[in-house]
């Protein structure tokens, strides 16, 4: 019997309307010969009430007692979900992760999933029932729940498909696929067929968060594809796999912006080594996650330092900035929260060059000023103005004619 696991999020299961909606999908899986296996996340915005309750008693509640909370979502919404496969005439049997051991480490509120018995699961669908796991909670050895970090619950069915030797994880979201930009930025941008997981994974960083990061990484550590698709509509998605050659055709694969961006910029620096460390130590120190670096040339000893952070984390950055300032003697701390990063991902970059001058060239062409620029193998970002973000990432989709479902190739040479 082949095995599939099909993931609900939310917004998929936001109601007893949709969750009968989404049994049904399960239902039908099942009709056509799989063994199903389901994952759902917590209904609606279920987790982030439970986040704005607590706030209302504690700004540091304890981690242990914030994951036994969360793990609560998820626990509703795997008992209404058996309950409507059975209303169909149809049977399933609801699991929360500590019954089906899914182990994990003690990080609470981001932990590892360490392993997952599967006997139960496979017994039960060897008697033909829908197996309907909760998401996003594991337990520890020693008997703590946990949970995986916010839209864990992915990373829960890919663990699941890859543990079960299931044919694909299918996972309903709310969006009918992976799109070449956003479309409601883009009107013409095109739903994509296949993806590679690294394109996944770089478009996931810089903004388009339709996956949980972790459950890409798993999905393509063991080699599982993954097909985000809707929940609403009857449609094939998208597909994300490994790498094929022909993927290396195409330039470009998407675009994403990422708008909640801020950067900060420390003028006249000291230049001797040992400085940039102790910068982005005392950031890391406080977690705050650093994106792009830009150290210029020196001029007199001195040069700048700019960085980007997330706009939530630009008040703690900005503290160990002044810090950083006093004690090394530089000159200011300048920081502009108006900046978004605009990105292209495609793994046809690795064999083409000129990708970059073509992005460059239709922000130039929109007289859009680049502030800062990072590449990696198979992306490219831009720091804009927030105010020209919509209209670079349209400038640029038309540059890479990705609205065309051809191979656009321009005056791109080809390295062998
Ligand atoms: N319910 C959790 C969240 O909202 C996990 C998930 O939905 O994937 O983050
Ligand atoms: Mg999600």
């Known amino acids: 019997m082949d095995i599939i696991v099909q993931k609900f999020g939310g917004s998929s299961v936001a109601n007893p309307e949709l969750i009968t909606k989404a049994a049904k999908k399960a239902i039908k899986a099942k009709e056509d010969g799989y063994g199903v296996v389901v994952v759902v996340s ?28 969360l793990a609560t979502g998820e626990q509703v919404t795997i008992s209404l979900y058996a309950i409507a496969v059975h209303a169909s ?12 051991n899914i182990v994990t480490d003690n990080r609470h509120g981001r932990a590892k999933i360490k392993s997952i018995c599967k006997e139960r699961i496979f017994e039960e669908l060897q008697k033909g029932k829908i197996v309907v796991v909760a998401g996003f909670q594991g337990i520890t050895e020693n008997n703590d729940i946990t949970t995986l970090g916010r839209g864990g619950s992915d990373t829960t069915a890919v663990a699941l498909a890859v543990s079960l030797d299931a044919k694909e994880c299918d996972i309903y979201t709310d969006v009918d696929g992976v799109y070449t930009a956003d479309p409601r930025i883009v009107h013409n941008a095109r739903k994509l067929k296949t993806i590679s997981y690294d394109e996944m994974l770089e478009l996931a960083s810089v903004g388009a968060k339709v996956l949980h990061s972790r459950a890409v990484e798993f999905a393509k550590k063991f080699d599982m594809p993954l097909h985000v ?48 460390a102790a910068l982005f130590q005392n950031l890391a120190s406080k977690q705050i996650v650093v994106d792009m670096i830009i150290k210029n040339v020196s001029e007199g000893g001195r040069n700048d330092i700019s960085f980007t952070v997330v706009d939530e984390d630009l008040e703690a950055a900005l503290n160990i900035a002044k810090e950083f300032q006093g004690k090394y003697d530089a000159k200011n701390v300048i920081w502009d929260k108006s900046v978004a990063k605009i990105s292209v991902v495609g793994v046809g970059m690795k064999s083409h060059s000129g990708v970059a001058a073509m992005m460059f060239q239709a922000l130039a062409n929109k007289g859009i000023n680049i502030d800062m620029i990072s590449t990696s ?40």
């Open 42 to 69: 917590a209904m609606g915005k279920t987790t982030d009430n439970l986040l704005e309750l607590t706030s209302q008693i504690s700004s540091s509640p304890p981690p242990r007692e914030m994951d036994m909370l």
């Open 89 to 100: 005439g149809h049977e399933a049997i609801s699991f929360t992760g500590p019954q089906v």
């Open 229 to 276: 698709r809707s929940s609403f509509l009857d449609t094939t998605g998208t597909y994300v796999t490994k790498e094929e050659k022909s993927m290396e055709k195409v330039l470009v694969s998407g675009i994403a912006c990422e708008k909640n961006e801020a950067k900060v910029s420390i003028l006249e620096v000291p230049d001797r080594p040992g400085i940039a």
């Open 377 to 416: 193998e198979i992306k490219i970002s831009c720091i804009i103005p927030l105010s020209d973000a919509d209209k670079a990432v349209k400038s640029i989709h038309e540059t890479f004619h990705l609205a065309d479902n051809i191979e656009f190739m321009g005056d791109i040479e080809k390295n062998s």
